[in-house]
């Protein structure tokens, strides 16, 4: 069956970083579009970052433009999220998710990894 696993999550100070992956098996990886979302405690899911399937084109939500980067490892089936200068906003379960192309609408999801920001 088809399962994303995150890892990496944990308890960083302001302006700390990061590395979350996310391991996929079960389906054609290199055929997904890859994401990451997250979900702050009380608040809606956000879409934080989207990554073509062959890792050419990424996009960004405003709050993490120029702090996080995604990339991904098609020959690993793995999924990355580089955070720096972390903030207490950036506070959430973080989920990776497959779609066919970016914005097409979320096929797959992961359970998630917490991360939290102190100030």
């Known amino acids: 069956q088809v399962q994303l696993v995150e890892s990496g999550g944990g308890s960083v100070q302001a302006g700390g970083s990061l590395r979350l992956s996310c391991t996929v098996s079960?389906?054609?990886?290199?055929?997904?579009?890859m994401n990451w979302i997250r979900q702050a405690p009380g608040k809606e899911r956000e879409g934080v970052s989207c990554?073509?399937?062959?890792?050419?084109?990424?996009l960004y939500g405003d709050p993490v433009k120029g702090r996080f980067t995604i990339s991904r490892d098609n020959a690993k089936n793995t999924l990355y999220l580089q955070m720096n200068d972390l903030k207490p906003e950036d506070t959430a379960v973080y989920y990776c998710a497959a779609e066919r192309e970016c914005g097409d609408g979320m096929d797959d999801w992961g359970k998630g990894t917490l991360v939290t920001i102190s100030s």
């Open positions: 990554i073509s399937r062959s890792g050419t084109t990424t």
């Open positions: 079960g389906l054609p990886f290199a055929d997904y579009a």
